[in-house]
């Protein structure tokens, strides 16, 4: 039976989501972070040596990162619609999608994220007007253009695209709901700067999976809400 290794709210939502879309058995093993550093606890590099989540395994494969972890569980499971050949003619326009919500999208959410942190009360006293001016230089000359790049980008494809391959829902979708829906509830950007991206939000969160995998999951949280 296939076995997921869950760290509450993160992008394991992705995974969990779609084992429900998928209908197949399967055992949840519910991860919480560490109270002190907010961070995957030390036991998960007994699964995996990176100490990260998700974490698939199956028939003795230990499967990390989202999107193979997807794909395996896709090409595994008989879900041919959630997935193109490389015959397709949308083959390469999929991978695109699925590659693009990490490797572009979510570096500067995370480095929003990072620089939070260096604005945050955690911060010694008498070095937090240095670290805030520093973080806030970045966040004004590399941050907000990125994001502001990328979200005018997907939202513009969003406009002429009701999923992000095709006429159909994939997983190229369960792959980038993430960091749309994560930069949505956390207020780094506005449904009315991007309304096709929040409309497409909202469509996903209509499905019946993802709020059975919401309500297995004991709900989702994001954290504090970015209001910069």
Known sequence: MI?????RHSRSHRVLWFLEELQVSYNLVIHDRDPETQLAPKSAKQIHPLGKFPIVIDNGLVLAESAVILEYLARSYGAPDWVYETSDSEYWSFQYWMHYAEASL??????????????????????????RRLADGIDRNFTKPQITTHFEFVDKHLASHSWFV?????????????????????????????????????RIHERPAYLRALKKAGGYDFGPRDDT
């Open 106 to 131: 979510m570096p500067p959410l995370i480095i929003r994220l990072v620089l939070s942190v260096l604005k945050g009360e955690q911060i010694p006293l008498m070095v937090r007007p240095i670290s």
């Open 166 to 202: 095709g006429d159909h829902i994939s997983i190229a979708d369960v792959q980038m709901h993430f960091p749309l829906e994560a930069a949505l509830a956390k207020n780094t950007i506005r449904p009315e700067q991007y309304p096709n991206v929040a409309t497409y939000v909202s």
């Open 3 to 7: 076995e997921l290794h869950y760290f």
